[in-house]
């Protein structure tokens, strides 16, 4: 039997998106903005989907019809984080390059996300036990595979350099460095552009070997 002609299969086209779609979404995505903000700097327990709304103008009882509960937005914030550090760590790791550049890299793009967004890094730093059991589960696996990049490349860093590093040292050093960075938004105010131009040196000075 022949293989069936994809060439007379009919064309399939995504739907365009409705202007009620997309002002949802943006009005979503504000909402998440406000709720990042506000439990970065008051906790996830001293925040009230209220207290959220209020923010974004819209009342507590319609705040439901986006969110069923507080946990599931902060559900949502910090998986998403979560997925844009470990996609974005890949592609750092796929663009190739030597290991030194690899490197430098990584932590332009980390840095980037820290000076950007200093509310997501700071909730995802501090309030991972609010996270539903599923949640956690999964916000847990891709920070490991997104620490387990890092290592990589400082192991191929330090071979480069004829050092030889124990998987278990790389593993602390990417941690310590995580932890020195991810601090920077509860740092005294520091213009961005000289924030940026500091922490890539600290932060491989942490991890050089």
Known sequence: MNPPDDRNRPTTHPRPVTRREQAKAARRAEILAAAARQIAQRGYSGVRLEDIGAEVGISGPAM????ASKSDLIDEILLEVSERLHDGGRAAVDAGGDPT????????????????????ISVQDRDLWSLSPQARHRVRSLQRRY????????????????????????RVRVHAMFGLLNSSPRLPDFPPDRLRDLLPRMAFAALDC
């Open 64 to 67: 439901y019809r986006h969110f």
């Open 147 to 170: 620490v387990e990049s890092w290592v990589g490349v400082l192991l191929d860093h330090a071979r480069e350099r004829g050092v030889e590093l124990e998987a278990l040292e790389a």
């Open 101 to 120: 550049e690899v490197l430098r890299r990584l932590i332009d793009f980390h840095i980037d996300e820290l000076v950007t967004k200093p509310d997501l």
